[in-house]
């Protein structure tokens, strides 16, 4: 009975955190898609830790830096977007120094949860 009850209240805790994972989340799409970034999937692992993952796609052209900045001062509160925002920015000094390759696209695959993480691509 302890234990049946210990496992409600962690599915419990797991849920109301998806929630607000989620929550944070569309918070920052609008944002996103305001730099030229779109949404191309959204996964949700429900478990303990509960976890999302999104992949943003959009043109290297998104990889504006002054506009990437601007974002990042408007928004120094979103822990979830300022991680995206500093993966741009990396990602668009990269983008200048291997002009050469001629990079078109970007890619960022996004993972929500207790250990949040972005990985970011730049693709041609």
Same mark, same amino acid.
């Given at each position: 009975?302890?234990?049946?009850?210990?496992?409600?209240?962690?599915?419990?805790?797991?849920?109301?955190?998806?929630?607000?994972?989620?929550?944070?989340?569309?918070?920052?799409?609008?944002?996103?898609?305001?730099?030229?970034?779109?949404?191309?999937?959204?996964?949700?692992?429900?478990?303990?830790?509960?976890?999302?993952? #999104?992949?943003?796609?959009?043109?290297? %052209?998104? &990889? @504006?830096?002054?506009?990437?900045?601007? /974002?990042? !001062? $408007?928004? #120094?509160?979103?822990?979830?977007?300022? %991680?995206? &925002? @500093?993966?741009?920015?990396?990602?668009? /000094?990269? !983008? $200048?120094?291997?002009?050469?390759?001629?990079?078109?696209?970007?890619?960022?695959?996004?993972?929500?949860?207790? /250990?949040?993480?972005?990985?970011?691509?730049?693709?041609?």
């Amino acid at each position: 009975m302890m234990f049946s009850k210990l496992k409600d209240g962690l599915a419990s805790q797991s849920l109301e955190k998806a929630h607000d994972v989620i929550r944070e989340f569309n918070d920052m799409v609008p944002k996103i898609k305001a730099i030229g970034l779109s949404v191309e999937n959204v996964g949700i692992k429900m478990g303990l830790p509960p976890e999302i993952t #999104a992949r943003l796609v959009g043109s290297a %052209a998104a &990889l @504006d830096e002054k506009e990437i900045e601007k /974002l990042a !001062k $408007e928004n #120094a509160g979103n822990k979830i977007l300022g %991680a995206i &925002l @500093d993966s741009l920015r990396t990602a668009a /000094l990269f !983008k $200048e120094q291997l002009q050469s390759v001629g990079f078109k696209g970007v890619k960022i695959d996004v993972k929500l949860g207790l /250990l949040p993480s972005v990985d970011i691509s730049l693709l041609n």
